[in-house]
């Protein structure tokens, strides 16, 4: 079972929810039941502190919102990525896979380590 | 379960969270409701459904902090935010609250120092915008001549004659238009309807086209019938109150009487009275045509055929300037042909309209010109007084800082950036001035009439503002100012306060702001004593110009106006019958006093044959016996002359006698022979029988000239009557009764000598009632700060003051603590304003003849003054502090 720590959970955060924007205009709720499909259940937010992650990300202009009416007539907040976003996105993603061949050479030189 | 109040509540309990915007509470409440409805769909309970959606959104005051850090984490929170706004303002209500006393005495020296300024700033705009406002005033000179004496004198004077503005206009096509007046006055206009009589002044009869020369408004008529006809005739608005009463008087008919010739007018215009920023000051205006008629048959022509100067003043409007040239060689050219015997004394002057008002005072000027150095004089006092308010407001702002320490540090722990504390003190400051800025604009608006009615002026504050770049400018400098005044206490703060926030630094930061504030009172005390110095100085010599004019007496004499009043044994008959009023001491039969620049014929030929056989030029004044006796003038030899003087008796000044190397007694019993080229009173050769010591007869800016006094005058412009000690109302109420037994439906006109001889130094009189009201004002502005900062420091020092007491020191030591502080401060001050204050002094006294001295008594005195003031100031608050029983400030902590 994973467990991962607050910290890994945080920073992983902001790449999760622009990947997602990526995909399509999103609300809050919708977008965390995202995450929860694409990690199985293996990520578990508390669905509140999604929003000061969204707002921050709003703040830096990464993404942008708006109010609209969804279409069963229900008033939502939703977010959409920016150009600046996609753009930050890349640079996530090239870090993450950089880490990820960091902690790979590391592990496969010393397997011992590795568990 | 009602579901709709469960989510209510908890919506509620949201308010709580006080980073949590509406739109953020919404979207979290959107958020529940999804939730909700998810579990639903899978089978809960709506009560289920509730828990665990509340459960899975998490704990609401994390969310929260996450949320604050959102906004200001990112670094590029933003500066202003409304809500923090709202607490400027509350925070500044409190602080101005809490400091009431500190901020009210700022606030109120900041409005005065800007009424004071703004009130400045309209009397130079005024003196600085003469003629401005004629159409084309660049372009319009005035032709007169200057003459040069046999001596090498040269003397500029103002008027022209009627003949050369045709001369030349026939000769130079380069010339627009022309236009030339006369201003002839001394006669009395009459209301027959009324059945009411005027002498009046300022009668200008002119060239029909003076309105399209020179820009008038009109209230009443039509432009084109201004002066069309002979008999037209306009007035000014006040004139025509004066005359006619409320109603439009266009049509009313009027008769003007001089020398028992009447000319019939009909009015057939009102301009608005004239502003105060041009030479022009008609009341009345009509036809120089309408004036043959005032003339005998024989002078008929003098006006426009003869060559030689007369009373006409000349205006030119020329295409541009390079055309001047033409006319001064056209006009000399006509002058060698025309007067030949005085064309090589004669020179043409061609002065622009717009330079006339600056130009020093030259001979028959109808402008009372202004000297640049009065300009400079009053912009150095607005700069002293916007110096010593602003250096007050900065001082008392600043001294506010130790005791806003603990707000800003606080602010900063709550995340307060340092942009935004800033922005803070700069609304606050800039604020505050400009609250400032705002009432003084009111209080000008509502004492305008009052500063008009001291500087006989007519400011009309819209007609200055209606000028729109002035308008524009005058917004930009409030703006600056409010700027300069924020932005200086907002890096003052912000650096010295926000950098870091511990005790140690506190107290450093103190330290040196006491110095700071210290150089800053130093600049403004040595600015308050450079004024005051001034001011006494200037008023001593305004004193010096005022007892200079006539003789030294100081009881009233009364002037009564007697021009034309054509048998001299009425004349005779009043003054021999005044003699035996209580209160007439003497009276004097002559020329109307005074004139605008000087009186009696001036340049007249004289001969001491007994000396040598060089030609004197010297002043000759025609008057009667009783005139050294009626005006005072002291006799330093000889006598005075005798109730049956010789016609030929003459006396001279301390300066004549001066001229010919005698001694004043030696001048007594000296033949001089008049040797007159003018025509009007005939030639007389004189024995000097007495010598007056000199009195300033022309301006006191001038040298005195040798003067010599003739009693054998028949002119009879003026009855001059000194009076004794009493009533001078009931003394002229019994003059009035008595002039209206002997000339019955003449109107008796008189006037104070001492206030028409001040028309002559308008200026002079002018800013010598400005100047001591500004300094006054600067001086007040300083002690009020310096009440306001002891006031402060005092409280500041409330401590140390107790914790001195309690170790035993005694009141007065403490009050010499707290005093020393100050006046080590004023004494270094004193010591930057005295050479400041004596050359600038030297360098405006410069301009008199004669001048006082800048005495040691003034300046000690205004040192003296200076310090006692502001020792009682500095003790008011200070005694307080040391009179305070130690228990009070030392008990609560």
Redo the contacts between chains.
């Keep these: 079972m994973f467990s991962f720590s607050k910290s890994l959970v945080a920073a992983s955060s902001k790449p999760l929810i622009l990947g997602i924007l990526q995909e399509g205009t999103s609300?809050?709720?919708?977008i965390i039941?995202r995450v929860k499909e694409i990690s199985q259940g293996k990520l578990e937010w508390?669905?509140?502190?999604l929003?000061?992650?969204l707002?921050?990300l709003e703040?830096?202009k990464l993404i942008t919102s708006q109010?609209m009416q969804s279409e069963e007539g229900?008033?939502?907040?939703y977010y959409a990525i920016t150009e600046l976003g996609k753009q930050s996105l890349h640079q996530e993603k090239m870090n993450w896979y950089g880490m990820q061949e960091v902690m790979e050479a590391l592990w496969s030189i010393n397997p011992s380590t590795s568990n | 379960m009602d579901l709709e109040k469960k989510i209510k509540d908890w919506r509620k309990s949201l308010r709580k969270q006080e980073h949590f915007s509406d739109?953020?509470t919404?979207?979290?409440e959107?958020?529940l409701?999804?939730?909700i409805e998810?579990g639903l769909d899978k089978g809960l309970s709506p009560e289920e459904a509730f828990d665990r959606?509340v459960k899975?959104?998490?704990?609401?005051t994390?969310?929260n902090k996450?949320?604050r850090?959102?906004?200001i984490?990112?670094g590029?929170s933003g500066l202003m935010v409304p809500g923090l706004l709202r607490n400027f303002l509350k925070v500044n209500r409190r602080q101005f609250r809490k400091n009431g006393l500190l901020n009210g005495i700022n606030l109120a020296g900041l409005t005065v120092a800007f009424t004071a300024t703004f009130f400045i700033g309209l009397f130079l705009h005024d003196e600085l915008s003469f003629e401005h406002h004629h159409p084309n005033a660049e372009n319009i000179y005035r032709l007169s001549y200057q003459h040069t004496s046999e001596t090498g004198i040269v003397e500029k004077r103002a008027f022209s004659s009627g003949m050369w503005i045709d001369v030349v206009k026939d000769r130079v096509p380069s010339i627009e238009e022309t236009m030339r007046f006369m201003q002839i006055s001394y006669g009395y206009v009459e209301n027959q309807a009324t059945n009411q009589s005027f002498y009046e002044e300022g009668i200008y009869w002119s060239d029909p086209n003076f309105f399209d020369f020179l820009h008038f408004p009109l209230k009443y008529g039509n432009r084109e019938d201004q002066l069309s006809h002979p008999s037209s005739l306009v007035v000014t608005e006040s004139i025509a109150e004066k005359v006619f009463g409320e109603e439009n008087p266009i049509g009313q008919s009027l008769r003007f009487v001089r020398n028992g010739i009447v000319v019939n007018f009909v009015v057939t215009g009102v301009i608005f009275d004239p502003p105060s920023n041009s030479h022009f000051q008609p009341n009345y205006i009509a036809q120089l045509e309408a004036l043959q008629g005032i003339f005998g048959e024989a002078e008929r022509g003098w006006i426009t055929l003869n060559p030689a100067p007369g009373w006409v003043y000349t205006y030119i409007k020329l295409r541009d300037e390079s055309y001047k040239a033409q006319v001064t060689q056209t006009l000399e050219e006509f002058w060698n042909n025309a007067i030949p015997e005085r064309a090589e004394f004669m020179e043409p002057l061609l002065t622009k309209l717009t330079d006339i008002h600056f130009q020093p005072p030259i001979k028959w000027e109808i402008d009372t010109p202004i000297t640049m150095s009065y300009i400079y004089g009053l912009i150095v006092i607005a700069a002293f007084i916007l110096i010593i308010a602003m250096t007050n407001f900065v001082n008392l702002i600043t001294a506010q800082a130790s005791k806003r320490q603990k707000e800003i540090g606080l602010r900063k722990t709550l995340g307060s950036t340092r942009k935004q504390l800033r922005l803070q003190f700069f609304l606050e400051s800039a604020g505050l001035t400009l609250f400032a800025i705002i009432s003084a604009l009111a209080l000008t608006y509502l004492l305008l009439p009052e500063f008009n009615g001291l500087i006989e002026k007519r400011i009309d504050l819209f007609q200055v503002f209606s000028n729109s770049n002035l308008f524009i400018g005058f917004i930009a400098i409030v703006l600056m100012i409010s700027f300069t005044a924020g932005a200086f206490p907002a890096l003052y703060f912000t650096r010295k306060v926000t950098k870091s926030f511990n005790l140690n630094q506190f107290f450093k930061a103190e330290r040196a702001n006491t110095t700071g504030r210290n150089m800053l009172v130093i600049l403004q005390f040595a600015v308050a004593i450079t004024l005051i110095i001034s001011t006494v100085t200037v008023f001593n010599q305004l004193q010096l110009i005022n007892n200079g004019k006539l003789g030294t007496n100081r009881e009233a004499v009364v002037g009564i106006r007697t021009t034309r009043m054509g048998d001299t044994h009425q004349i005779q008959r009043f003054r021999n019958e005044i003699e035996n009023f209580a209160q007439v001491s003497s009276s004097t039969l002559g020329m109307h006093l005074p004139r605008l620049s000087d009186f009696g014929r001036i340049n007249t030929r004289y001969f001491a044959p007994d000396l040598h056989n060089e030609p004197l030029y010297w002043n000759k004044f025609d008057a009667d016996g009783d005139f050294p006796k009626t005006f005072d003038l002291e006799f330093i030899a000889g006598e005075d002359f005798r109730e049956d003087h010789d016609l030929n008796s003459l006396i001279i000044n301390e300066s004549a006698a001066r001229e010919l190397n005698l001694a004043p007694h030696e001048a007594v019993g000296l033949i001089l022979k008049e040797d007159s080229i003018n025509y009007v009173y005939g030639q007389s050769d004189g024995v000097v029988i007495g010598v007056v010591r000199d009195f300033a007869y022309e301006s006191v800016r001038k040298r005195v000239e040798p003067l010599v006094i003739c009693a054998n005058t028949q002119v009879n412009g003026a009855l001059s009557v000194k009076l004794g000690p009493g009533n001078k109302q009931e003394a002229i109420a019994q003059l009035g009764k008595l002039w209206a037994e002997i000339y019955p439906g003449r109107p008796f006109e008189y006037w104070f000598l001492d206030y028409e001889f001040g028309r002559l130094y308008n200026q002079e009189r002018r800013l010598g009632k400005l100047i001591p009201l500004f300094s006054g004002l600067a001086i007040v502005i300083a002690l009020f700060g310096l009440f306001a900062l002891t006031a402060y420091v005092s409280e500041l020092r409330k401590k140390e003051i107790g914790i001195r007491k309690v170790l035993g020191c005694s009141t007065s030591g403490i009050l010499r603590l707290l005093s020393w502080q100050y006046l080590r401060t004023i004494l270094i001050a004193v010591f930057i304003a005295i050479p400041v204050s004596w050359w600038g002094m030297d360098y405006w006294l410069d301009n008199f003849t004669y001048r006082v001295n800048i005495s040691l008594l003034v300046i000690g005195g205004s040192i003296l003054f200076i310090l006692l003031v502001s020792l009682m100031t500095v003790s008011l608050k200070s005694l307080k502090a040391a009179n305070a029983n130690p228990v009070e400030s030392l008990k609560h902590e």
């Design positions: 609300y809050g709720y919708a039941q508390s669905d509140g502190m929003y000061p992650v707002h921050r703040k830096e109010w229900r008033h939502r907040k | 739109g953020f919404e979207e979290l959107v958020h409701r999804d939730a998810g959606a899975n959104l998490g704990d609401i994390a969310i996450d949320e850090l959102a906004h984490s990112s590029k």
